[in-house]
Structure formats: C-alpha cells, structure tokens
C-alpha cells in the first residue's frame, strides 16, 4: 500500500537558510530519506516551494479562476510531501514519526488509493 505523507509547518518557522541550525535539520532529513531508501520504502520525497509562489486553480461555472498563493489562509502549510510503499499503515506511521517535522509541526499521513493505473 502506498501512503503519502504530508509536511506541514508554519514556513517562518523553520530557521534561517545557511545557519547551523538549518544544516543540521536537513542532516536529519537527508537521514531519514536514506534509511526509507535502504529499507526499500521509499518511493519519492520532495521539499514544496513556498506558499508564496503557489497559485490556486479554481473553475466556476465554466471560467478558470487563478489566484495566488495556497487554497486556504491556514497557519500550517504543505511544505513537502513523501510517498511510501508500505506493508501497513503501521509501518508508515512508524517512519512518519521519525521525520523532523512530526518533531515541532506535523505529518499527515494518508493512503493513496488504487485507482488501477499503471505507475
């Protein structure tokens, strides 16, 4: 079963680029990103550029509207996302809990469901 793991953080929390305190967090996460690889998890993971450089799609009544920033003014955001191919959701919720951010904000943690497409 492949489950997608959400990143949500307030983005001015995350420390200054460039300062120790943000090498090591990525330390951790390049760590963590290795042990789902060698343990044949891993599927994809990717950091999200900032809320400020999203834009909004919406269709009403047949005229696309286009808005920038995210979809909703909420104080977490997606900032990246992670897809596990996993035997039980215990087992994704066991490698969720060791990324950085289920530390100080939060992983969402969610089945992908089958649609019966190839990938």
Sequence with gaps: MKYL???NRVEDALPEDGTAL????MREYRGV?????????L?????LTATS???TVRVRDGETILTDG????????VGGYTILDCASLDDALKWAAMIP?????????RAIVDTGRAS
């Design 5 to 7: 793991l959400l990143l």
């Design 53 to 55: 450089a999203a834009t």
């Design 33 to 41: 990103v290795e042990a789902m690889a060698e343990a044949g998890v």
């Design 43 to 47: 599927v994809d993971c990717a950091p």
């Design 70 to 77: 995210p979809a909703a003014e909420l104080r977490e955001q």
């Design 22 to 25: 943000a090498e090591e967090l």
């Design 101 to 109: 951010a289920a530390r100080d904000a939060s992983v969402e943690v």
